[in-house]
């Protein structure tokens, strides 16, 4: 009985080792997925027509379409994103979608969106030498304004597309 009793020991011996060495190997194989990446910022709206479409996308994406929370957690973080202006917007309801429903109706106006765009390019200064800082300038602020006039869908008229 006490040579079946050492060899019962010695099996299991072996068996612990090839199962310490197999749990080194699959450590070695297997992705660092228990890495701890920094917890996100929740984004913020101060009330800036032209930052809200952002904001929105943002916030819908970490908050606003996470199943995990419930509608009043939702409320909570919107409320708290809020800044400035816009953290004054009221709603019909207190609630996380008719909130939403409040910031998109005031935020979400084509109008005034391309009014703040033209606004912008008509108020680059006039250019008093060829200064390649001024000339950059004067670039940028062009390149900052059209692809969010496009993206609104701006009309062009013929006159603009006339080649004078």
Do not use: C, W
């Amino acid at each position: 009985m006490e040579e079946d009793a050492e060899k019962f020991k010695v099996s299991i011996l072996v068996f612990l080792s090839k199962l310490e060495e197999q749990k080194t190997e699959n450590a070695k194989l297997s992705p660092k997925s228990h890495i701890k990446l920094p917890d996100l910022p929740l984004p913020t709206f101060s009330g800036k027509f032209q930052e809200f479409e952002n904001f929105k996308t943002q916030f819908m994406s970490v908050i606003g379409n996470n199943d995990s929370l419930n509608e009043s957690q939702k409320l909570m973080y919107l409320k708290s994103a809020l800044k400035n202006e816009a953290a004054l917007i009221q709603s019909d309801q207190d609630n996380f979608d008719s909130l939403l429903t409040a910031l998109e109706n005031r935020y979400e106006n084509k109008r005034a969106l391309v009014d703040i765009h033209i606004a912008g390019i008509l108020s680059i200064n006039k250019l008093h030498n060829e200064n390649t800082t001024q000339i950059r300038s004067l670039i940028d602020t062009v390149r900052d304004h059209m692809p969010s006039l496009k993206n609104l869908k701006l009309e062009s008229n013929s006159l603009s597309d006339a080649n004078i």
